[in-house]
């Protein structure tokens, strides 16, 4: 195999790997995935979203974890995702549970033999996707006109390869074409594109952030978004255990607006604040890391997908046999002009 050949291959195979580990879970039943039907977690899942949750040891949840759990009334194949704001050591271990977006506790406990799982993961909107297969236009236009395609090529080459002769002959024809096309990336063009596009969501997302500072909270706290971008907020306490103390610890501000925050006096804090252009979940998890963090990957994602997007400026097809006649036809005209050369003489 050639070099070509080789990174395709590679490609295949860490495509292949990928797709294995991503699945292993779900099929041996580690983790679930449940599409979000309510608001009672906005904004840190929307309905529509999905959401995947692993199976774990319900004695290693603590407050704060999001908990999976099956409905309290028995409804069959119903399933409540909350934050556990409070537990209970009793005959068997009890969550109180509390949907972020809800004003009051939930009037009901969890007991750990109905918790299913963690949440760790949040997929926008995939959840229409069920929705959209139902849709016959769009049915047909995704699935069964492609599906069509791909069977009529598939019959036309059974009839082109049907005789010998002419299957030889469309073979060799193929070859030749492969040897003569190559796809090329231009990197001055692809470098400049990169640099650009940074350049530009770097501006547009330091314009939309304030800077990350240490607070000390009042009571009665004001959170203002003067950027032309949606707003998510996070206040990180010193002491993690008083998180779920301030009111709306977290949240999204519409452009040229402000929210209230309620929170224990004196509560010395750590407020970050970027535009809301990646789901508030992912916001929250990159924040615990670094609270830096999400700037850096709102720069790297919308850098990443606009230069994707262009790509037909920075990969190009380009033929062996175009170069080849043009090459041909310097020599032919710098023959012509050493033939002229020498009749003048």
Not at 100 to 119: H, I, Q, Y
Not at 234 to 242: A, E, G, L, M, S
Request: net charge positive.
């Amino acid at each position: 195999m050639n070099k070509k050949e080789n990174f395709q291959v590679a490609i295949a195979l860490f495509i292949v790997i990928f797709l294995f580990k991503a699945l292993i879970p779900f099929i041996t039943g580690s983790e679930k995935a449940f599409i979000v039907l309510s608001g009672s977690m906005t904004p840190l899942m929307l309905p529509r979203d999905m959401i995947i949750v692993k199976s774990v040891d319900p004695n290693e949840l603590t407050v704060g974890d999001i908990l999976t759990f099956r409905d309290p009334g028995g409804k069959p194949n119903t399933y409540v995702t909350h934050r556990i704001i409070a537990l209970k050591e009793d005959k068997e271990l009890i969550f109180k549970t509390k949907g972020d977006a809800n004003n009051a506790e939930d009037n009901f406990n969890v007991t750990a033999s109905k918790a299913v799982g963690k949440l760790v993961f949040v997929i926008p909107f995939a959840g229409y996707l069920p929705e959209i297969t139902k849709n016959k236009n769009i049915f047909f236009f995704m699935i069964i006109l492609p599906a069509s395609l791909i069977i009529i090529g598939e019959i036309w080459n059974i009839i082109l390869f049907n005789n010998p002769q002419r299957a030889r002959k469309v073979e060799r024809e193929r070859k030749k074409t492969s040897k003569r096309t190559f796809y090329a990336v231009k990197g001055q063009r692809l470098v400049a594109l990169i640099l650009i596009n940074g350049l530009v969501f770097t501006g547009i997302i330091i314009c939309n952030s304030e800077e990350n500072e240490s607070v000390i909270l009042k009571r009665e706290n004001t959170v203002e978004n003067s950027g032309f971008l949606s707003m998510v907020y996070v206040f990180t306490p010193d002491d993690p255990k008083q998180t779920l103390a301030i009111d709306h610890w977290y949240g999204v501000v519409p452009k040229n607006n402000e929210t209230q925050v309620i929170a224990p006096e004196n509560t010395t804090v750590k407020l970050n604040t970027v535009p809301y252009i990646l789901p508030v979940f992912w916001i929250l998890e990159l924040t615990k890391i670094n609270p830096d963090l999400p700037v850096a990957a709102e720069i790297v994602v919308y850098t990443s997908i606009f230069t994707l997007v262009l790509f037909p400026i920075w990969y190009r097809k380009s033929t062996i046999r175009g170069r080849r006649k043009r090459i041909r036809f310097h020599r032919m005209f710098a023959q012509w002009k050493r033939t002229l050369r020498f009749v003048n003489l």
